[in-house]
């Protein structure tokens, strides 16, 4: 049975760890799919860090735009994060409204399996307005998505301050 549970919050709110503990408690050996693009070194170090705290018990996938490609029925993983996966379209064409219809028919078409996937994501829009154009448009991208991946999910949790609270369940 296919099950969507969206994990959202600020920076640093304990999402990414809240999602791996909670796929550790559905499953021994869940699947992490990694949507960042490694930009530079540091960042490149960190994820080496994550792979290594997380531990073998895990199967480690890179992908940074078409996550159709793998097909995790039965299984049970965290994608961790809509907002680098969407900053991977967006870098290449920054209309909103473009990337969005391509982006929701690429969401649709992987969930369309039976697994639990658990989907972090961050809430980039509880601050202030930006006076950068491109920077307003990402941030209603990131909003329009977020929304559309919480209706079609079976349960949503917000992270504030490493605590989950419970949104829709």
């Known amino acids: 049975m296919r099950k969507i549970i969206l994990i959202t919050g600020g920076q640093r709110s304990g999402k990414s760890r809240y999602a791996e503990e909670l796929a550790l408690?559905?499953?021994?050996?869940?699947?992490?799919?990694?949507?960042?693009r490694i930009w530079d070194e540091e960042f490149r170090q960190r994820v080496v860090r994550h792979q290594e705290r997380r531990g073998p018990q895990w199967t480690n996938i890179e992908e940074e735009r078409l996550l159709s490609r793998?097909?995790?029925?039965?299984?049970?993983?965290?994608?961790?994060?809509?907002?680098?996966?969407?900053?991977?379209?967006?870098?290449?064409?920054?209309?909103?409204?473009?990337?969005?219809?391509q982006v929701r028919k690429e969401f649709d078409r992987f969930t369309d399996h039976d697994a639990t996937y658990i989907f972090v994501t961050n809430e980039i829009g509880c601050g202030g307005v930006s006076d950068n154009a491109v920077q307003r448009r990402f941030t209603d991208l990131q909003g329009w998505m977020n929304q559309y991946v919480a209706c079609r999910a079976d349960e949503v949790i917000w992270m504030v301050s490493g605590i989950p609270v419970t949104i829709k369940n």
Do not use: M, Q, S
């Open 25 to 36: 408690k559905l499953t021994p050996n869940p699947v992490y799919v990694a949507t960042a």
């Open 70 to 101: 793998h097909d995790l029925t039965g299984r049970v993983a965290v994608i961790d994060c809509i907002t680098l996966w969407l900053t991977n379209f967006f870098t290449e064409d920054n209309c909103p409204e473009r990337v969005l219809e």
